[in-house]
């Protein structure tokens, strides 16, 4: 008979997007890591794939000699935990290093998503008497394995290209830090050292700061780097700031525009934001400032 184990978790944010400014980042609820107790010890989790398939390592140390069996689950929010693997039969005291094949057709989502990947794994232990206990540990798994990953799963990344405005967009950079995150994207045609036009999303991991904070950092900062810029507050209603600047050519920048919308999303404060060379007319800007409304629903 199989046996499943469920316990009921606080809510964990998951981090995704951002760069360069906010130093820190505080989670809205944080889970604690409980790696070893009297019956077991977790060394690590880690993921490995081979073509076609997805296995998972639990490299541990045992300590009680009564365990018949073990089952490891991915933690989610709202108590909806994924079974990953589990094993019934005793476990030999000392260092082990488990194997359990993952099923690719529903564990591949995350291998898509660009980025670092950070996953809550529970394990649960159960006694010759019935007794059961538990750990958890956060893993991550870095976005130079996950290609590798994809490679060897047949897999195309979620995101490497959007089609916003009629037109192709390709990913040319793509940055995952514990404090924010950063995708951006540009034409086709068009390169990361040459480009005209490009599309950014941008999230900052913090929990206390506001967007209309994170808004008077982004104006004050870049009105200090160029004087003579044109800043807009286009509207600020129901969370969400829109504004847009322009400059005519500022040290040895160019002439460039942008427009922009700021809001609280999932995981931070999200800055999504299309940059042009040279300025923006009127009519473009209405257009790129609701068609930016529609950019986080494309990669989602």
């Given at each position: 008979m199989g046996f499943l184990f469920r316990k009921s978790y606080s809510k964990l944010l998951i981090f995704v997007f951002c760069i360069f400014l906010i130093p820190s980042c505080f989670p809205d609820m944080v889970r604690k890591k409980k790696i070893e107790n009297d019956w077991f010890k977790i060394d690590k989790i880690f993921y490995k794939t081979e073509p076609k398939k997805i296995e998972i390592f639990l490299k541990g140390t045992v300590k009680n000699p009564f365990i018949i069996g073990l089952e490891g689950s991915e933690l989610h929010e709202n108590s909806s935990d994924v079974l990953l693997f589990q094993q019934e039969k005793a476990l030999p005291v000392g260092s082990v290093l488990l194997k359990f094949k993952v099923e690719v057709p529903e564990n591949k989502n995350w291998i898509r998503k660009i980025g670092t990947t950070r996953k809550w794994i529970g394990i649960a232990l159960k006694n010759d008497n019935g007794q059961i206990t538990h750990?958890?540990?956060?893993?991550?798994?870095?976005?130079?394995?996950?290609?590798?990953?994809?490679?060897d799963l047949s897999l195309d990344a979620e995101g490497e290209s959007i089609r916003l405005?009629?037109?192709?967009?390709?990913?040319v950079s793509d940055v995952d830090r514990m404090d924010q995150a950063l995708l951006q994207y540009v034409p086709k045609s068009e390169s990361l050292l040459f480009w005209n036009e490009m599309l950014s999303i941008h999230v900052y991991k913090v929990r206390a700061s506001s967007p209309s904070e994170i808004y008077s950092l982004l104006e004050s900062g870049r009105k200090k780097e160029c004087p003579n810029i044109l800043w807009n507050l286009e509207s600020e209603k129901s969370g969400k700031i829109s504004y847009s600047w322009e400059h005519s050519g500022?040290?040895?920048?160019?002439?460039?525009?942008?427009?922009?919308?700021l809001y609280r999303g999932e995981f931070g404060i999200y800055n999504i934001r299309y940059d042009r060379r040279n300025k923006i007319d009127p009519a473009d800007k209405r257009r790129w400032s609701e068609l930016l409304d529609l950019l986080p629903s494309k990669l989602d």
């Open positions: 750990l958890q540990t956060e893993v991550s798994i870095h976005e130079s394995d996950k290609r590798q990953f994809r490679k405005d009629g037109r192709e967009w390709k990913l500022c040290g040895k920048q160019s002439a460039s525009s942008q427009v922009a919308k």
